[in-house]
T-cell receptor, first 114, second 113 residues
Framework: GENVEQHPSTLSVQEGDSAVIKCTYSDSASNYFPWYKQELGKGPQLIIDIRSNVGEKKDQRIAVTLNKTAKHFSLHITETQPEDSAVYFCAASINTGTASKLTFGTGTRLQVTL | DAGVTQSPTHLIKTRGQQVTLRCSPKSGHDTVSWYQQALGQGPQFIFQYYEEEERQRGNFPDRFSGHQFPNYSSELNVNALLLGDSALYLC????????????FGPGTRLLVL
């Protein structure tokens, strides 16, 4: 089955700096790659996603890149703010209509310091 | 527009007992998935329901079962609870046609003593 690896497990940046989180996946059939942010005591919140027919997507300070050949994708957060501090999860999925199982990475704890 | 809701928020059970968790999907969504998230780990897929049938299942034993109702809400049942079943149980919903995006609820935290 699909396996998703995520690095680093913890990341500390100063406010205003950029943060990059990287993930690799094993199943070349995966075609959908969301990123979720999870704050303490809450469920995961979708922050951005990318489909396999797109190489890059940006939404304000957040961007995701996908390299299908290398089977890896990355999350880029620019101009980090204290409220960006949370645990971030990447995930991969093979969407076939009714089937949409998400396989998650192990998470990255991002801390943005003042 | 109500998001995904789950009940209860917290639950304490003892080994061997049975538990039922409930989920109401986001308005307009017809597909519900359940995930188990152990402390410090990423969510693990349990199963997915669409049109009241289990469509996909992860690597979980038969002690984990579910149901989807005609109004698209869903239940997760766990029998013969083990200490290792202690986790945050998350429900996610989506629209099956044309949208891959899954929205998660706040979860139910289950503690098995």
């Amino acid at each position: 089955g699909e396996n998703v690896e995520q690095h680093p497990s913890t990341l500390s940046v100063q406010e205003g700096d950029s943060a990059v989180i990287k993930c690799t996946y094993s199943d070349s059939a995966s075609n959908y790659f969301p990123w979720y942010k999870q704050e303490l005591g809450k469920g995961p919140q979708l922050i951005i996603d990318i489909r396999s027919n797109v190489g890059e997507k940006k939404d304000q300070r957040i961007a995701v890149t996908l390299n299908k050949t290398a089977k890896h994708f990355s999350l880029h957060i620019t101009e980090t703010q204290p409220e960006d501090s949370a645990v971030y999860f990447c995930a991969a999925s093979i969407n076939t209509g009714t089937a949409s199982k998400l396989t998650f990475g192990t998470g990255t704890r991002l801390q943005v310091t003042l | 527009d109500a998001g995904v809701t789950q009940s209860p928020t917290h639950l304490i059970k003892t080994r061997g007992q049975q538990v039922t968790l409930r989920c109401s999907p986001k308005s307009g969504h017809d597909t519900v998935s359940w995930y188990q998230q152990a402390l410090g780990q990423g969510p693990q897929f349990i199963f997915q329901y669409y049109e009241e049938e289990e469509r996909q299942r992860g690597n979980f034993p038969d002690r984990f079962s579910g149901h989807q109702f005609p109004n698209y809400s869903s239940e997760l049942n766990v029998n013969a609870l083990l200490l290792g079943d202690s986790a945050l149980y998350l429900c996610a919903s989506r629209v099956v046609v044309g949208q891959e995006t899954q929205y998660f609820g706040p979860g139910t935290r289950l503690l098995v003593l």
